[in-house]
């Protein structure tokens, strides 16, 4: 090869190699920008996400200033309120009003935590992505000043192989062209030395003396340029090896460093920002799940004072809240006229007949509205049934208008096909008004004939009082010699009336967990056949076979009580009863009734712990009867105790049901066990049992009922169950 033409070759790659490290030096500054963006992206990011808070936490605060307002002027409008007062007093509310209030409660609940949120907003969340930034801002300028230090190192090793090539293909260069020449000696050499070998006997002496001369020259000249060549050789050999080590060093240096530098780089500009980008977000998931729980919280207990939308309660409520309006009136006394003293319907003979011929005509006539009533009845609660079935119908779930999944068109598609549609709801609505229509027009026929039944009945009970007089005996005998088996208190001895226990039995055996047991009427019909089957010494309930309704014989037992001439709580003792509710302590309030009926006859106080402890018994099924304690009470109260006609009827009632609801409870401690007071007690039975523990079973002994002479015992035929 020429000397021009690898001087060509030399200068291609030479360019070559300054190619190829202009190249690395664009993509240096290249990896800088990239880096010096995407932090740029970051702080953008970062600033975005604190604007879009910032902005956040304005709506939320202007959302939760909304929803103070907004209870606010509702709560202003419910402040001078009767409920309100009532509210500050007890917060015993009407069910609805309760709902009413516990939705504003919601609002102002909303409200607060919209607020906080606002807050966490600006005091936590932004305050945490500025603090990400300038951390991110920081790193970035610590991480350029080591990747530019790892830039100009890896700069320095290209330019020193560079050197090192330079230096090489100058020994090369060089020990090439000690090479040539060298050779051209040797050359020289052989030729001179085939000039020695012609015939020297015919040259001169002369011409033979330069030609060594000459040979001598070119030897010397042969020694320098072969110790020329030996010594670029070595140094070309030297320059070679250091260029090939600086190669294999420089490819490893930039292998290293766009490996492994470069990404450890990366990781060095991420430093802490991906960590603290997740604690902030989470931040802002937990102040959203926080909220989210606290609504849930306000929803259920809205839920459930919705689930406990009560109207018996709240018709209590209601009376309770306004005494004076809902008191009955006094009776109206009889008014002589020009001082006439009788004050009773009189049965003298001249109108004896004609009275008896009424009574058997009232008698007749009451028999035949009481049934028709009865039908009028029943269709009446058949359609409020049915009304309360359209109005309870659960049309309410609008889960599906928040499937996120959906388009919009699905959506709005789903929700013209809902139960809420125009259409649907102008038929229900028309249904529902034709409905209410036959069932106010029942309601008001129901309320006349039951007017027209008491009206009459009154007039049926006044005779039957007036013809009755002077036939009095041990047992209380009607117009048609009817036996009557309500016996004073005072004549109860030892053992339990049949009808109580009866009617107890049956109850314990199939009504236990009946819904609305003595709050629901029973049959006005049943209950009268059940009753005179007792009055003629007969048992009806005596089979195990539960052909009764058992709403009709709870009647019958709450009627006996009811028909007893005096209370099964003397009269004499209301005051003293009602005295203990005033104290608040129940152990020490049962201590103070048990007090006072421990001063009753032997007899009453047997019938009476008979009698609770079965109301008792029944109040642990409260959950299937909803007969609580107290709903017993409600019940039993104007039974058996009834409020004298000089007290006030309504604030006296209350404390009458409490008094009756503390011996429910609290019946094992007022009462005599059987050691202190012998005689029946009630037992818990079970279905299927053959008999119950009972002084009629086969296993009780039957005694003598021990009746004081002159004992008036009084009956109420007109009496209804569904009455208190």
């Known amino acids: 090869?020429?000397?021009?033409?690898?001087?060509?070759?030399?200068?291609?790659?030479?360019?070559?190699?300054?190619?190829?490290?202009?190249?690395?030096?664009?993509?240096?500054?290249?990896?800088?920008?990239?880096?010096?963006?995407?932090?740029?992206?970051?702080?953008?990011?970062?600033?975005?996400?604190?604007?879009?808070?910032?902005?956040?936490?304005?709506?939320?605060?202007?959302?939760?200033?909304?929803?103070?307002?907004?209870?606010?002027?509702?709560?202003?409008?419910?402040?001078?309120?009767?409920?309100?007062?009532?509210?500050?007093?007890?917060?015993?509310?009407?069910?609805?009003?309760?709902?009413?209030?516990?939705?504003?409660?919601?609002?102002?609940?909303?409200?607060?935590?919209?607020?906080?949120?606002?807050?966490?907003?600006?005091?936590?969340?932004?305050?945490?992505?500025?603090?990400?930034?300038?951390?991110?801002?920081?790193?970035?300028?610590?991480?350029?000043?080591?990747?530019?230090?790892?830039?100009?190192?890896?700069?320095?090793?290209?330019?020193?192989?560079?050197?090192?090539?330079?230096?090489?293909?100058?020994?090369?260069?060089?020990?090439?062209?000690?090479?040539?020449?060298?050779?051209?000696?040797?050359?020289?050499?052989?030729?001179?030395?085939?000039?020695?070998?012609?015939?020297?006997?015919?040259?001169?002496?002369?011409?033979?003396?330069?030609?060594?001369?000459?040979?001598?020259?070119?030897?010397?000249?042969?020694?320098?340029?072969?110790?020329?060549?030996?010594?670029?050789?070595?140094?070309?050999?030297?320059?070679?090896?250091?260029?090939?080590?600086?190669?294999?060093?420089?490819?490893?240096?930039?292998?290293?460093?766009?490996?492994?530098?470069?990404?450890?780089?990366?990781?060095?500009?991420?430093?802490?920002?991906?960590?603290?980008?997740?604690?902030?977000?989470?931040?802002?998931?937990?102040?959203?799940?926080?909220?989210e729980t606290s609504r849930h919280e306000g929803l259920d207990i809205i839920e459930n004072a919705v689930d406990n939308l009560e109207p018996r309660s709240d018709k209590q409520r209601f009376m309770e809240m306004y005494p004076t309006a809902f008191c009955p009136p006094m009776k109206f006394e009889f008014q002589p006229h020009m001082g006439d003293e009788v004050s009773q319907v009189s049965a003298q003979q001249p109108v004896q007949g004609e009275l008896m011929l009424r009574y058997q005509q009232l008698q007749s006539r009451l028999t035949t509205l009481k049934i028709e009533n009865e039908e009028v009845k029943k269709t009446t609660e058949a359609t409020s049934q049915t009304i309360q079935d359209m109005v309870t119908i659960e049309d309410y779930d609008v889960s599906e208008c928040f499937q996120h999944s959906r388009s919009t068109e699905s959506v709005k598609s789903t929700v013209s096909e809902t139960y809420l549609s125009k259409p649907s709801i102008a038929k229900r609505r028309a249904n529902q008004q034709e409905t209410e229509q036959f069932y106010f027009m029942k309601f008001r026929e129901y309320l006349e004939g039951s007017n027209l039944i008491t009206k009459l009945q009154a007039k049926h009970d006044s005779l039957q009082r007036t013809l009755g007089e002077g036939h009095r005996a041990e047992y209380m005998t009607t117009s048609r010699g009817r036996r009557n088996s309500h016996t004073r208190y005072q004549d109860l001895g030892q053992i339990i009336p049949l009808i109580v226990e009866s009617c107890i039995r049956f109850i314990n055996l199939y009504g236990l967990q009946h819904q609305g047991i003595f709050r629901v009427s029973g049959s006005q019909v049943e209950v009268n056949d059940i009753k005179n089957s007792f009055e003629r010494g007969e048992n009806p309930l005596a089979d195990d076979q539960s052909n009764h309704d058992i709403n009709s014989v709870a009647g019958v037992l709450k009627l006996y009580f009811r028909g007893l001439e005096n209370s099964i709580f003397p009269k004499e003792r209301f005051n003293d009863l009602i005295s203990c509710v005033r104290t608040e302590n129940l152990y020490e309030r049962a201590l103070h009734i048990r007090k006072l009926l421990l001063t009753l006859p032997r007899s009453v106080l047997i019938l009476l712990r008979y009698l609770f402890a079965f109301l008792n018994h029944l109040s642990q099924y409260s959950d299937e009867n909803m007969m609580d304690p107290y709903n017993l009470a409600i019940c039993f109260g104007p039974t058996l105790m009834p409020i004298p006609d000089i007290q006030e009827q309504v604030s006296c009632q209350a404390h009458v049901n409490e008094i009756i609801k503390t011996i429910i409870i609290h019946q094992e401690i007022i009462f005599p066990d059987s050691k202190e007071l012998d005689g029946p007690v009630y037992e818990k039975c079970m279905a299927g049992d053959d008999y119950c523990d009972s002084p009629y079973s086969e296993h009780g002994i039957l005694e003598e009922v021990d009746l004081d002479a002159g004992a008036e015992v009084h009956t109420s035929d007109d009496a209804s169950p569904s009455s208190e």
């Open 1 to 291: 090869m020429s000397s021009s033409s690898r001087f060509k070759k030399d200068k291609e790659i030479v360019a070559e190699y300054e190619s190829q490290v202009k190249e690395i030096r664009a993509q240096l500054i290249e990896q800088q920008k990239c880096l010096e963006q995407q932090t740029e992206m970051r702080v953008q990011l970062l600033q975005d996400l604190q604007d879009f808070f910032r902005k956040k936490a304005e709506i939320e605060t202007e959302y939760s200033r909304s929803l103070e307002k907004l209870a606010e002027r509702f709560m202003a409008k419910t402040r001078s309120t009767k409920d309100h007062q009532q509210y500050k007093k007890d917060q015993n509310l009407l069910s609805p009003v309760n709902c009413w209030y516990l939705l504003l409660n919601q609002v102002r609940r909303e409200s607060k935590d919209h607020a906080t949120l606002s807050d966490i907003y600006l005091n936590n969340v932004i305050m945490r992505f500025m603090q990400i930034s300038e951390d991110s801002t920081r790193v970035f300028k610590k991480s350029k000043e080591i990747a530019f230090q790892l830039q100009e190192d890896l700069m320095r090793v290209l330019n020193e192989l560079y050197t090192v090539m330079k230096t090489y293909h100058m020994y090369h260069t060089e020990s090439i062209s000690a090479e040539s020449k060298l050779k051209e000696a040797e050359k020289q050499e052989e030729k001179q030395i085939g000039r020695s070998g012609d015939p020297v006997f015919h040259i001169r002496l002369e011409e033979r003396h330069q030609r060594r001369s000459s040979v001598k020259k070119i030897e010397k000249m042969k020694e320098k340029r072969q110790a020329k060549y030996s010594e670029n050789k070595l140094k070309s050999i030297k320059a070679r090896n250091e260029y090939l080590l600086t190669l294999e060093a420089t490819n490893a240096s930039v292998f290293k460093y766009y490996i492994y530098d470069l990404s450890d780089l990366i990781d060095c500009c991420d430093l802490g920002y991906h960590a603290s980008l997740n604690r902030a977000l989470r931040t802002y998931l937990s102040a959203e799940y926080n909220l």
